[in-house]
């Protein structure tokens, strides 16, 4: 079972009826074409259950979350930020006398 629900509204609530449009709400969705991930739980699920015809579901895998902390990866030199070369003069060289 997938960790998160991506749910993303299809269909407007006008002319639903209110149970309908308040359940689309506590989802978090606010209008056409928005997305959001909600906890995969029997909850939820029946929420979307309920408003199935108004929206599409995807399960987002299981993934670990590989971030570093703000520190680390602002002291590595980024190619970016112009702290490392581009390419070694070697290199350009040889492109040189080839063209």
Not at 4 to 23: D, E, F
Not at 34 to 52: K, S
Not at 59 to 71: F, I, K, L, Q, T
């Amino acid at each position: 079972m997938a960790d998160k629900l991506r749910v993303t509204q299809i269909k407007s609530t006008i002319s639903h009826i209110a149970r309908n449009r308040a359940t689309i709400r506590a989802l978090g969705l606010k209008r056409i074409g928005h997305t959001v991930e909600v906890p995969d739980n029997p909850a939820t699920r029946g929420m979307v259950r309920q408003v199935r015809f108004l929206v599409s579901v995807d399960e987002v895998p299981d993934a670990p979350s590989r971030r570093e902390p703000a520190g680390r990866a602002a002291s590595r030199p980024s190619e970016d930020r112009g702290d490392a070369p581009a390419s070694h003069p070697s290199e350009d060289s040889d492109s040189q006398e080839n063209a």
